[in-house]
Structure formats: C-alpha cells, structure tokens
C-alpha cells in the first residue's frame, strides 16, 4: 500500500505509518537481541561478554547502510509527494546499486580488519577477544544483505508501505530466534552459532524483501537502472545521516572502550554495560519509529509544499512519542531486576545492570523529544545540521566521560551518566533550527526537475 500523507488527518498518517515501523524498530532489536540472551543463557557470561561488546561495531556498519539509505529514501518520498512518478523507476534502482555496492566493500573491510577493530579500536580483553572474534567475523559476511534490505525498506517507507517491511522483519527475526535455539542449546556451537544463525535470517530478509520489490511495485523495472545526478544527490543526502547514524557508534565504542578499560576490576561490569546497551534501544526502537513516520511525512509534503501540515505533523509527533515514552520508561525501572535475569546476569553484573538502566530510564524523553525534531529535518533534506549536531554532542560526552574518569569525579558509571548531555544538546541545537525556519528550503524535489 502506497500511503499519500498530503491530505487527510495529520496525526492519523504519522501513526498509522509510524506504527509498523516502531514494531519493525522492537522487532529489530528483539532481533539483535535474541543472540546475546541465548548465548548468555546458554553458554556462559564470556561468551555473552564477547557478543554484546561487539554492539558499537556491528552498529558502526549497520548504521552507514541506515544513512545511505535515508538519503535514498528522501529522494523517492519527495518524488512520490510532488507525483513525480517517472522518475521513481531509476531512483530505485540507483538505491540498490549505490547501496550494495558499498555494502560488499564494507563487508570486506569488517571481515578482515575485525582483530585489529577489536583490540585497539574497543580494546577487548583477551579473555573475552576470541568469542568477539568468532562472532563478529561471521556477522560480517551478512553485511552486504543488510545494505541491500535497508535500500529496499527505505524505498518502501518513501512509497507509504511500511507494513511491508514490517513484515520481512517479522520472518527474520522468528527465523533468527529458532537458529539461535537450535544452533545454540541444541547443537552448541556457542557464539559461533549465534552468528551463523543472523546471518541466515538476513539474507533471507533482503531476498525476500527484494523479490516483494519486483513484484509489487512493477515500475522499478526499468531500462535506465543507473542515474548518476540521481545517485549523487541520494548520496548528498544520505551520507551526512551516515556520518550522524556511524558517529553514534564512535561515541557508543568509546564508551565501550572505556568499560573494557576496568577490565577485571569491576567484575561483570561488560556483561551488564553489555545488557544495559541492548535494552536502551528497546526504548529508542518507538521514538525512532515515529522519527521514520515524521521524516516520510515532512518529506511527502515539503514535496508538495504543505509546510503548514508539517508544523502541524511534529506538534502531534512530539505528543504521541513523549506519551509512549513515559509509559515504557516507567515499566523499564520499575522491572529493571527481572529484566536483567532475562540476559543470565547474576551478582555483580545484575546489580550494575539496574544501576544503568534505572538511570537512563530517567532522561529517555530528552532523547524521544530530540529525534521528532530530527524526523522532520530528515524529511526536508536539512541532513547536514543533523550530522553537524551528532558530531557536537558526541564529542562533548566523550569529553564528559573521560574526563570525569580520569579526575577522579566518576568511576564506571560515566559511561551512561553523560547520555542525557548528548541528548539536551541535540535536542536544543536542533529545537533552535527549527524555530529558525531554514529548513523550508531544503526541498530536493524540485532541484532534481531542473
């Protein structure tokens, strides 16, 4: 279903398109998540360490292809808005190409540079390096099919069909899950197994999403497959959210690197860091669903140039993701203990868990606040201040989180504790330049006619 978000009610097309992504979002993590809780129910809390210490790489490449395919995305949603539907064909087909290119290339990268990413990038400990290894090496041959779905999801989601893609996520994470059990508890293959079984599930999600492709939408078949202008602009636009979706990761390694760097001394102090950091993107998973849902709105309709119905759109976006946020931070504190037994944690890496957790769960609203603004940003083509912005706040927790450490202000805690600075920072940078009003001329639509 291709959904036209510029007439009708504002809230009910944000939501409605918000919802599959936002369950798409938790699946996804539910998805990244199933190989960490098997292997620490399973194995042992090595294991789950040498899983979950992985998160800021494994996210550092995830993270490009989300960029990428952003810009593509703005692309095709600004076309589809301003019914420009001849151009939708090639724009398609320059998305694949463009992103599984650069999937393939980074998939070479991750597989064998991943010793050297590990233990002078994050600095993992050498009795956890072999099971990171074992399981970063085999998530990397899976890198290219990643690029290749993420191309095809945010194709769909610029056309209206998010369920789709909700769809393809629901096959692939039942499929990971039943991999991991039988890879894992029955054939105990350990992390390994783990890794293998992700791989699996995303190459059947990027066949299965591609062929949908194909055949729902017929116009992508085209005989130009490549638009260089196009590709490039898709390019302009995506990579600065690559830079901002991949700095994320920077910013989460270092605080990673940070953990490690206690090594011993806190016991279980990476398997809870570890666990801490899945179940924060449980909470990000519906904010950044309705950040997808505002940025396909506000790109639909600066294509149209509605800019009344995307004012309109963030007041009700703000209002709708702050509820749900509340009401989820509220469940995360008050089950933080069973939740953490949920990873196999126990003593000392349960108690740190809840530490971090309860927190975080404090300040989520700052950060479900910040990526409605982003959302719209996003949607007009404004990309550059939300790389600019991520950059900033970053380094300024970098700088916190270290500094506190290293003064002595703060031990292990800094790692979660400076959060929230990223947070308001972002949230006030990118609040200003709305107010502001310049992303009204950010409009891709119309330069890509000329």
């Keep these: 279903m291709k959904r036209d978000m510029t ?26 998540t199933a190989d960490s809780i098997i292997v620490g129910q399973f194995v042992n809390e090595d294991a789950f360490s ?14 490009f292809a989300i960029g990428l395919s952003i810009g593509a995305g703005v692309v095709i949603a600004q076309y589809f808005g301003a019914g420009k539907h001849d151009d939708l064909p090639v724009s398609i087909d320059s998305a694949l190409i463009l992103l599984g290119a650069c999937g393939l290339i980074l998939t070479l990268i991750a597989f064998f540079f991943a010793p050297i990413l590990l233990r002078y990038i994050l600095s993992v400990p050498e009795d956890v390096m072999p099971f990171a290894l074992t399981y970063f090496r085999i998530y990397a041959l899976g890198l290219f099919f990643q690029f290749i779905y993420n191309s095809i999801a945010a194709t769909l989601r610029g056309l209206g069909d998010s369920k789709a893609v909700l769809l393809f996520l629901v096959v692939a994470t039942i499929l990971n899950i039943v991999l991991d059990l039988l890879f894992v508890a029955v054939f105990k293959w350990s992390v390994m197994g783990a890794a293998i079984a992700t791989v699996i599930a995303q190459v059947a999600c990027a066949v299965v999403s ?73 909470i990000f998973a ?10 396909s709105f506000s790109g639909q309709n600066m294509g149209a140039g509605k800019l009344d119905r995307v004012k309109r759109g963030l007041l009700m976006t703000l209002a709708m993701s702050l509820s749900l946020c509340v009401a989820m931070s509220i469940l995360l504190y008050v ?25 975080l769960s404090m300040f ?87």
Excluded at 52 to 63: D, G, I, K, Q
Excluded at 286 to 295: D, E, I, L, N, V
């Design 50 to 63: 040498g899983v979950v210490t992985n998160a800021p790489l494994t996210y550092f490449f995830v993270s």
């Design 286 to 295: 519906p904010s950044q669903g309705f950040q997808s849902g505002m940025a």
């Design 364 to 450: 989520f609203w700052v950060f479900t606040s910040y990526v409605c603004f982003a959302g719209l940003l996003q949607g007009a083509g404004d990309t550059m201040v939300l790389s600019a912005t991520t950059l900033s706040g970053i380094a300024l927790r970098i700088a916190a989180g270290y500094s506190l450490v290293y003064f002595g202000i703060l031990g292990y805690s800094a790692a979660w504790t400076t959060y929230p600075i990223t947070w308001a920072f972002s949230l006030i940078v990118l609040g200003t330049r709305f107010f502001i009003g310049k992303w009204k001329k950010k409009a891709v639509a119309g330069v890509l006619a000329k």
């Design 7 to 32: 007439v009708g009610k504002e809230w009910k097309h944000i939501l409605l398109f918000s919802l599959p992504i936002m369950a798409g979002n938790l699946l996804q993590q539910l998805y990244n």
């Design 335 to 359: 089950f933080a203990g069973p939740i953490m037994t949920i990873f196999g944690l126990t003593g000392d890496a349960y108690t740190i868990g809840i530490e971090q957790i309860r927190f």
């Design 210 to 282: 591609y062929l949908y492709l194909r055949k729902r939408f017929p116009f992508s078949r085209s005989a130009d497959h490549w638009n260089r202008k196009t590709a490039i602009t898709m390019t302009k636009l995506g990579l600065p959210v690559a830079i901002q979706q991949c700095l994320v990761s920077v910013g989460q390694g270092s605080m990673q690197r940070l953990v490690n760097s206690f090594g011993s001394a806190v016991p279980g102090l990476i398997a809870a860091y570890g666990a801490g950091y899945r179940l924060d993107y449980f």
